[in-house]
């Protein structure tokens, strides 16, 4: 059985809208992207945007509580990322009251431990299953062709330094 149309349209804004390069906040002249902090952030965005699209009357066929395309992207986004996307609104408001001068890597080590990165790239993945699913619904030539979202590259630990174990900060 086919998808109808407002399902194959569904698909195709939310999957352009996961694909989407993390480009917020802005950075500086001369540093490479996406940092950590344009990842993190990125969650908040995603899960607003889809959220607002959900939302329009085209998709209203598309509900989270009746139908299996809505209950897959709504298991996603909110549900499925909504502690990274909280984590991205309080590092958002850190990160814009950080001193103008203060590395992007030393920030970084302040406020990313670990755990963080690992969320992230947890959220990171989960997005990756859901940005496969729907191309395969939406455009299933495209998917075969392997024009599906990956990750951006990014050096080991996007260029943060592990720190030993006994340096970790507590908390």
Known sequence: MAADPAHLEYARAVHETLVAEPDHP???DKVAGPTWIQRIVRFSHLQTTVLALAAQPPYAVVEPASDPLGAAVGG?????LSSTADLADDLERIWAARPPDQAITDWEVAHLPRSV???VRAAEGLVLKLTT????LWNPDLAVAGFWFKPPEAP???GLVELPES????G
């Open 26 to 28: 802005p950075l500086l």
């Open 76 to 80: 996603v986004i909110p549900h499925g």
């Open 117 to 119: 990165r690992e969320q």
């Open 133 to 136: 699913t729907l191309l395969e």
């Open 156 to 158: 080991p630990n996007n």
């Open 167 to 170: 340096m970790n900060r507590p």
